[in-house]
């Protein structure tokens, strides 16, 4: 079992920044992709960003390519996703989610992110 604790939503004015921490908890010894969703009011969840645990290697959609970071702590099972240049259309709850080597996957349970025009 893994637990997902995500934090650092918030509301702010596009062109903003916010920094969101997904803190895994539990057995993570076998993680082999720690990544974001979100989903917007009305539309289906998409996939934001993602980093193998191992390697650190990192992949995001293109809408966010270019203002959003996402990283790791090396010391700890923590993965932070650094959000630049905010747009309204960024406005979603945000979902932390890891992958398994064995396939599983473990959800967080979201944290809200609203961006004002």
């Known amino acids: 079992q893994v637990q997902l604790v995500e934090s650092g939503g918030g509301l702010v004015q596009a062109g903003g920044s916010l920094r969101l921490s997904c803190a895994a908890s539990?057995?993570?010894?076998?993680?082999?992709?720690v990544g974001w969703h979100r989903q917007a009011p009305g539309k289906e969840r998409e996939f934001v960003a993602r980093?193998?645990?191992?390697?650190?290697?990192?992949a995001y959609a293109e809408s966010v390519k270019g203002r959003f970071t996402i990283s790791r702590d090396n010391a700890g099972s923590t993965v932070f996703l650094q959000m630049n240049t905010l747009k309204p259309e960024d406005t979603a709850i945000y979902y932390c989610?890891?992958?398994?080597?064995?396939?599983?996957?473990?959800w967080g349970q979201g944290t809200q992110v609203t961006v004002s025009s």
């Open positions: 539990g057995d993570t010894s076998s993680t082999y992709t």
């Open positions: 980093i193998r645990w191992s390697g650190y290697s990192t």
């Open positions: 989610y890891v992958n398994l080597r064995n396939g599983q996957d473990y």
